[in-house]
């Protein structure tokens, strides 16, 4: 499946960041909320996935709701995976960033068909 990984979008003075994977058919859209000085070392605090088709419709989860908040054991394991895509060896091309792009991608996916409905 092809997709397009854009990676920490906002605006300026913001503590939310939006992460956005597209694929064929549809869009996944993860909006993270960090905490403490964003210019120094700041805390992921939140992550929330809403999926969308392609002309920007939400699509439902299975019970009804139009997002998905990450907790827990998810939550833990999304952290390091932006822990990894932020990092400077990532930035700098000192691990590949492929496989590191296609771990958070997977994760992602794996959410995905864990709470929404596929047709």
């Keep these: 499946m092809n997709y397009k990984l854009v990676l920490n979008t906002k605006s300026e003075t913001s503590n939310i960041y939006y992460n956005t994977i597209t694929f064929d ?23 929330i996935l809403k999926v969308r088709t392609l002309d920007d419709q939400l699509i439902k989860t299975r019970e009804g709701n ?13 952290k390091n995976l932006m822990e990894i895509l932020n990092s400077y060896q990532y930035k700098n ?5 492929k496989e590191a792009d ?3 991608v997977h994760f992602v996916i794996r959410i995905y068909i864990d709470n929404y409905q596929i047709n």
């Excluded at 139009?66 to 999304?78: C, H, I, M, N, P």
């Excluded at 091309?93 to 960033?97: D, E, F, G, S």
């Design 25 to 47: 058919t549809f869009k996944i859209n993860i909006i993270d909320r960090y905490k403490g000085i964003m210019s120094r070392n700041p805390i992921l605090c939140d992550s």
């Design 93 to 97: 091309k000192l691990i590949r960033q």
């Design 66 to 78: 139009s997002r998905v908040k990450l907790k827990g054991e998810d939550l833990e394991k999304y």
């Design 102 to 104: 296609e771990d958070y």
